[in-house]
């Protein structure tokens, strides 16, 4: 009867249906922490100056909780730039720290003065 009325039902090639939809879009880490209310930073890119391997620079992602995550720490600032630029410099510095501490730590006596007094004695200073 519908076949009278509507012609016959020509048959459908698999996935010939799915060009109507809209195609599924990946969410970002970022969007991903946002929509949880959970803070996110990452970091983009890094570029070294090939003719002096000790500078360059990074390129940070942030999301707003990240940077009232920030405030609340004590961070201060106008711009959000401004907040996680100190943030970044004071990760650094701490890697810094540690490590020297921890060559400290192996290396006690790099950077001692040992003066030998006799009789199997040693000033250490």
């Known amino acids: 009867m519908f076949e009278a009325l509507f012609g016959k ?12 939809k809209v195609p599924r879009v990946k969410k970002t ?3 991903i922490a946002t929509e949880r209310g959970e803070p996110y930073v990452a970091v ?3 570029d070294v100056d090939p003719q002096n391997l000790n500078e360059g620079s990074f390129e940070l992602d942030w999301n707003d909780k990240f940077i009232a995550n ?12 401004d907040l996680v630029d100190q943030w970044f410099q004071n990760v650094c510095r701490n890697v810094v720290l540690e490590t020297w501490e921890q060559d400290q730590a192996n290396n006690p006596s790099r950077f001692q ?5 006799g009789n199997g004695r040693t000033e250490h200073s």
Do not use: F, I
Not at 73 to 81: F, T, V
Not at 113 to 117: F, I, M, R, S, W
């Open 70 to 81: 920030l405030r609340r720490a004590g961070y201060q600032g106008k711009e959000d730039h």
């Open 9 to 20: 039902k020509k048959p459908t090639k698999k996935g010939a249906h799915e060009g109507n």
């Open 44 to 46: 983009l890119s890094m």
């Open 29 to 31: 880490d970022k969007e």
């Open 113 to 117: 003065n040992v003066k030998p007094l």
